[in-house]
């Protein structure tokens, strides 16, 4: 059974009041086919800063996809199964291509969950408890820990037997390798010439 969350959305009356426009169920809840137990519930997006606070339609209210747009945030709640429901039995790969994501895996991997996103990912682990695994380390965490995810090869691990709730805010980042690139050299001063003394 997948955890529903309750969204409460705020806006403007015609009069310029802030107002409730919306209170119930997130609608927008994908579950993985290749992959049953892990979901994710999309909540909010944005596609540029500042963001546009205008109007009353539903910035979420579109196929939910891994990434948020060019300079753009996304604010989602992902529900993680436990490894026993899935390792072994599910195509990874084929969850990924379904949140348009078939460029974020690593394919050289033996994780199938090890992937790669031009994000920076503000997590907060909500319920249960999820390994988070690196190329070198992991490390476990559990509700309100937080967790600063910076454009690096990651995966999740839930080795308990209760899925792992967490909240997610995406924010679009440049890839690691092209900032890294785009950055020049440090290059020292020239050295001063010592002056010299007059006898």
């Not at 546009?52 to 199964?81: C, M, Q, W, Y």
């Not at 990912?121 to 309100?144: Q, S």
Request: positive net charge; proline residues 8%; aromatic residues 4%.
């Amino acid at each position: 059974m997948i955890w529903r969350v309750r969204r409460v959305l705020t806006g403007h009356d015609a009069e310029g009041k802030s107002t409730i426009i919306a209170d119930g169920q997130a609608p927008n809840v994908k579950e993985m086919a290749s992959m049953p137990g892990l979901a994710l519930t999309d909540l909010w997006e944005t596609t540029g800063a500042p963001a546009d606070n205008a109007g009353h339609s539903d910035a979420a209210a579109r196929p939910v996809r891994l990434e948020p747009p060019k300079n753009g945030t996304l604010f989602r709640i992902v529900e993680f199964p436990p490894d026993s429901q899935w390792r072994n039995r599910a195509d990874a790969r084929a969850a990924f291509d379904s949140i348009g994501a078939g460029h974020a895996p690593d394919r050289s991997s033996a994780d199938p969950m090890m992937h790669k996103t031009n994000t920076i990912d503000y997590i907060v682990v909500l319920k249960g408890e999820i390994h988070a695994v690196l190329d070198k380390g992991e490390t476990l965490l559990r509700p309100g820990d937080v967790f600063i995810q910076r454009g690096t090869n990651h995966s999740w691990s839930v080795r308990g037997n209760e899925p792992c709730v967490v909240a997610v805010v995406l924010v679009n980042a440049a890839p690691v390798s092209s900032r890294a690139k785009s950055k020049p050299a440090a290059r020292k001063p020239p050295a001063k010439k010592a002056k010299k003394k007059k006898k």
